[in-house]
């Protein structure tokens, strides 16, 4: 069974950052995307970014030139660098992956998940 853990969510103030991390357990494949999505209450799940094994990334229109995804493909690890943190930003934050090279905006085309980590932005 994957397993995908998130680390470093946190409290923070406007126009600060924060790094998440992801860990992937037993994701042996060799091609696979790893992305991430957040949730705020009253909303949809939604994509931020993603990353493929070849290091090809796409990210949601709300995060563009601010976060920045990475992966460590020996390590099995994905990070999402936040800066210029805003309060709409705050939400539940998602490690996703999935196999193959496309990176999918859709979350219901994900079929590993974490439990989340905490982002809050105050103003």
């Known amino acids: 069974q994957v397993q995908l853990v998130e680390s470093g969510g946190g409290l923070v103030q406007a126009g600060g950052s924060l790094r998440l991390s992801c860990a992937a357990s037993?994701?042996?494949?060799?091609?696979?995307?790893m992305g991430w999505f957040c949730k705020a209450p009253g909303k949809d799940r939604e994509f931020v970014a993603g990353?493929?094994?070849?290091?090809?990334?796409y990210y949601g229109d709300s995060v563009k030139g601010r976060f920045t995804i990475s992966r460590d493909n020996a390590k099995n690890t994905v990070s999402l660098q936040m800066n210029s943190l805003k309060p709409e930003d705050t939400a539940l934050y998602y490690c996703?992956?999935?196999?193959?090279?496309?990176?999918?905006?859709?979350?219901?085309?994900?079929?590993?998940w974490g439990k989340g980590t905490q982002v809050t932005v105050s103003s």
């Open positions: 990353i493929s094994w070849a290091g090809s990334t």
């Open positions: 037993r994701l042996t494949a060799r091609n696979y995307v």
């Open positions: 996703a992956g999935r196999m193959g090279t496309f990176i999918a905006t859709m979350s219901s085309d994900w079929g590993y």
